[in-house]
C-alpha cells in the first residue's frame, strides 16, 4: 500500500499521471509528431503518416508480423528517430502483455526506452525545450516509470512522472490546433478533478495542480473518439473504463467497447471490457460471442474474467445460486493482474455476498462484502458494500 508523504508533492502527481498509464500519452506523441514541421519532415510524408496509423492498427488487432513489416519501413525511412523506439516499445508492450510478468522482455523494454532517450538527446540536446523533444520524453519516461511502480520502486516513478507533468500541462494549450489532443487534455482534466474526489487526503497537495473540469474532460475525450484519428481506440477504452468504475453509467460504457470490438475483433482486452459492460447492462445474449471468446483463452489473466462473467450469468440470468458461487470461487481460485482483473475479484465477493445474503448467512455476506472493499475501485461495488447492514 502506498503511503502517503505529505513533505513530497509530486507524489499525488505521481499517481495522477499513472491513471493515464503511457499507451494513451504514447498515441497523443505520435499524433503530434505528424502535426508540426521537424528536421524529419514527418508532416510532409503523408505515405509514413499512414503507415505509422495501419502499423498500430495492426498492433491492436494483435497481428504483430504485419505491423513489425509496417513500421520498420518507417525506421529505415528515419533511422535512429526517437519515434522509432517509441514504435517498438508499443509493440512490445501489447505482444507480452502483462509485459511486467515477463523478467527478460521487460528488461528489453527498459533498454529500448533508455535508447528514446539517448535518441532524444543527441537530435534534439539534453534538457531541450523542444516541443517534439517534451513529448518524447512524456513517452519514454512514462514507461519507465511504469515499469518502476509495478516492480514496487514507488518513489523512483514518482520521481520519472514528475519530469512528465510540465510537458502534459503543455498539451492543454494544443487541444484547438488538432482533435488529437482532445483526449490527453481530456484525461488530464477529468482524472485531476476526481483523484482528490475519492482520495480526501490529497486535497491540500493539489494545489501544485492546474485546475481541471470533469464534465469538460468527459466532452474532450468524446471528441476524440468521433475525430481523432490515432487516439480513437484510446479514447474509447479510457471512456469505457471511466463510465464503468467512477460514473456507473454501464450502457455509456458499453457504447464505446463496442466500437472497439468492431475495429479489433481479436484484441482480448478490448473484448473482456466489452463483454463486462454488456453483462452489467443485462444483455446477456449479446455478451455469448464474448464469453465463448474468453473461455477458449485459458492463458494469463483471461480466466479470472470468464469465471466472474460466468457467475454473473448464472446468478442475475439463469438464477442458479449454486452455479454462480461455483464460478465466483473458481475466479477467486484464478490469478489476476491489479491493471486489467483486480475488480473481477470485487465482483467475485460482491457476488458470494448478495448468495450469502440470499441464503440467510449474513455474517458469511458481510465478510464477503468486507473482502470485496479490499479489492474494490468500482463506485457501484463499493456503495452496494458499505450500504449492506
Known amino acids: 500500500m502506498l503511503r502517503w508523504d505529505s513533505t513530497k508533492p509530486f507524489t499525488p502527481l505521481y499517481l495522477i499521471v499513472m491513471k493515464f498509464t503511457l499507451r494513451c500519452i504514447l498515441l497523443f506523441v505520435l499524433f503530434f509528431i505528424s502535426s508540426k514541421p521537424s528536421e524529419a519532415q514527418l508532416l510532409n510524408d503523408a505515405a509514413s503518416l499512414k503507415l505509422i496509423q495501419k502499423g498500430l492498427d495492426h498492433i491492436?488487432?494483435?497481428?504483430?508480423?504485419?505491423?513489425n513489416a509496417i513500421l520498420n519501413q518507417v525506421e529505415k525511412k528515419y533511422p535512429n528517430h526517437p519515434v522509432s523506439y517509441i514504435l517498438d516499445s508499443f509493440v512490445m508492450y501489447w505482444q507480452y502483455l502483462p509485459i511486467k510478468d515477463n523478467p527478460t522482455k521487460s528488461?528489453?523494454?527498459?533498454?529500448?526506452?533508455?535508447?528514446?532517450?539517448?535518441a532524444i538527446t543527441k537530435k534534439y540536446g539534453k534538457n531541450s525545450t523542444d516541443p517534439e523533444a517534451v513529448f518524447y520524453t512524456i513517452v519514454a519516461r512514462g514507461y519507465i516509470a511504469m515499469m518502476y511502480n509495478y516492480n514496487g520502486e514507488l518513489m523512483s516513478a514518482a520521481g520519472e512522472?514528475?519530469?512528465?507533468?510540465?510537458?502534459l500541462i503543455t498539451g492543454l494549450k494544443l487541444t484547438e490546433k488538432n482533435p488529437e489532443?482532445?483526449?490527453?487534455?481530456?484525461?488530464?482534466?477529468?482524472?485531476?478533478?476526481?483523484?482528490?474526489?475519492?482520495?480526501?487526503?490529497?486535497?491540500?497537495?493539489?494545489?501544485?495542480?492546474?485546475?481541471?473540469d470533469k464534465a469538460l474532460g468527459l466532452k474532450q475525450v468524446d471528441i476524440a473518439t468521433r475525430h481523432g484519428v490515432i487516439t480513437?481506440?484510446?479514447?474509447?477504452?479510457?471512456?469505457s473504463h471511466i463510465y464503468l468504475e467512477h460514473e456507473t453509467n454501464f450502457a455509456k460504457a458499453q457504447s464505446y467497447s463496442q466500437k472497439l470490438v468492431d475495429w479489433y475483433p481479436k484484441n482480448q482486452i478490448f473484448n473482456m471490457v466489452?463483454?463486462?459492460?454488456?453483462?452489467?447492462?443485462?444483455k446477456f445474449d449479446q455478451a455469448e460471442k464474448g464469453m465463448n471468446m474468453l473461455k477458449a483463452n485459458t492463458k494469463g489473466f483471461y480466466p479470472v474474467a470468464y469465471n466472474t462473467f460466468q457467475g454473473i450469468i448464472y446468478e442475475k440470468d439463469v438464477k442458479n445460486d449454486s452455479a454462480a458461487q461455483k464460478s465466483y470461487l473458481a475466479a477467486l481460485r484464478t490469478p489476476h493482474d491489479d491493471q486489467y482483473t483486480?475488480?473481477?475479484?470485487?465482483?467475485?465477493?460482491?457476488?458470494?455476498?448478495?448468495?450469502?445474503?440470499?441464503?440467510?448467512?449474513?455474517?458469511?455476506?458481510?465478510?464477503?462484502?468486507?473482502?470485496?472493499l479490499e479489492k474494490a475501485e468500482y463506485k457501484s461495488i463499493v456503495k452496494e458494500a458499505k450500504a449492506f447492514k
Open 60 to 67: 491492436y488487432n494483435y497481428e504483430y508480423a504485419e505491423a
Open 107 to 118: 528488461k528489453e523494454y527498459v533498454a529500448k526506452l533508455n535508447q528514446c532517450l539517448d
Open 161 to 167: 512522472a514528475k519530469k512528465a507533468y510540465n510537458a
Open 181 to 212: 489532443f482532445y483526449f490527453t487534455s481530456g484525461m488530464y482534466n477529468y482524472y485531476v478533478e476526481l483523484y482528490p474526489e475519492d482520495h480526501a487526503m490529497v486535497k491540500p497537495l493539489m494545489i501544485f495542480f492546474k485546475n481541471g
Open 232 to 239: 480513437r481506440a484510446e479514447a474509447c477504452f479510457y471512456l
Open 274 to 282: 466489452n463483454t463486462e459492460a454488456l453483462l452489467l447492462t443485462g
Open 342 to 372: 483486480r475488480e473481477y475479484y470485487a465482483m467475485s465477493y460482491a457476488g458470494l455476498a448478495r448468495i450469502a445474503n440470499r441464503a440467510g448467512n449474513k455474517n458469511k455476506a458481510k465478510e464477503y462484502y468486507k473482502k470485496a
